[in-house]
């Protein structure tokens, strides 16, 4: 994709980056991040949204989608994983959102905990609207 994007757009420079290497400062009017951040574990969040602030300009917006699951189904796991032995947080799903398929790690946080990582990262909440198992937001730098 990367490949493609510099064909097409040879003058807009393109590189691959882990979300938690973003260096950009001040870059970008907006970050949209869709359909990611279920594969980010709890403690790289923080610095996830701490990256995306800096790289906004002051007037920036993020758009981020949060994917949401049965939280039954999830604490089930957790409790199941837990007696097995294995280190895990609330939310951490080794399953992905269909237990049938086996879509590997994801991690669900609580609203509670994305609205409070948001605000620590310098984020505002303008918009949260629910639509196809997602948090779909829009917030700007504070």
């Known amino acids: 994709m990367l490949a493609q994007a510099a064909r097409k757009h040879p003058d807009v420079p393109v590189s691959l980056a882990p979300l938690t290497g973003i260096d950009a400062v001040g870059a970008f009017g907006g970050v949209i991040c869709v359909d990611a951040m279920e594969y980010v574990p709890p403690e790289e969040w923080p610095i996830v949204l701490s990256a995306f602030h800096r790289a906004l300009e002051p007037a920036g917006l993020l758009y981020l989608t949060v994917e949401e699951a049965d ?3 999830l604490d089930r796991e957790f409790e199941q994983l837990r ?3 294995h280190p895990v947080v609330p939310g951490e799903s080794i399953q992905g959102p269909d ?7 994801h991690f669900y946080p609580s609203s509670g905990s994305v609205d409070g990582w948001l605000r620590d990262a310098g984020f505002e909440v303008l918009v949260d609207e629910p639509g196809d ?8 730098r504070a």
């Open 83 to 85: 007696r097995a032995g």
């Open 71 to 73: 939280r039954a189904e």
């Open 133 to 140: 198992d997602y948090r779909h937001l829009i917030a700007r």
């Open 99 to 105: 237990p049938r398929e086996d879509d590997g790690y």
